[in-house]
């Protein structure tokens, strides 16, 4: 994948896990009146590399080949409706 070096950005995410229920790809509110438990909840530190209109996709590692190419470790994805939180992290 060409993109410029030093493009993507560190994020910290806060998520609820995405198999609990249909509802989280369209909207968490349900999800977060019913699920206050501790356990459901998880926090991740990751590259953001792309997103659409469902899920932010995260990487955990990015390395930067010649010529500007760049490769990724471990990528996941997140449904956007699962996110109670993301901010940039400074690395």
Not at 16 to 23: E, H, P
Not at 50 to 58: A, R, S, T
Not at 66 to 78: D, P, R
Not at 80 to 85: A, E, L, P, S
Request: glycine share 4%.
């Amino acid at each position: 994948m060409k993109k410029k070096v030093y493009s993507y950005k560190a994020v910290y995410v806060e998520w609820i896990d995405s198999t609990m229920r249909k509802q989280v790809w369209w909207g968490n509110q349900e999800l977060l009146d019913d699920t206050k438990k501790v356990h459901d909840r998880f926090q991740t530190v990751a590259y953001l590399v792309n997103q659409n209109k469902l899920e932010y996709v995260f990487s955990n590692s990015i390395h930067f080949e010649e010529e500007n190419t760049v490769g990724f470790g471990c990528i996941f994805t997140i449904p956007k409706g699962c996110v109670t939180k993301m901010k940039v992290v400074t690395i």
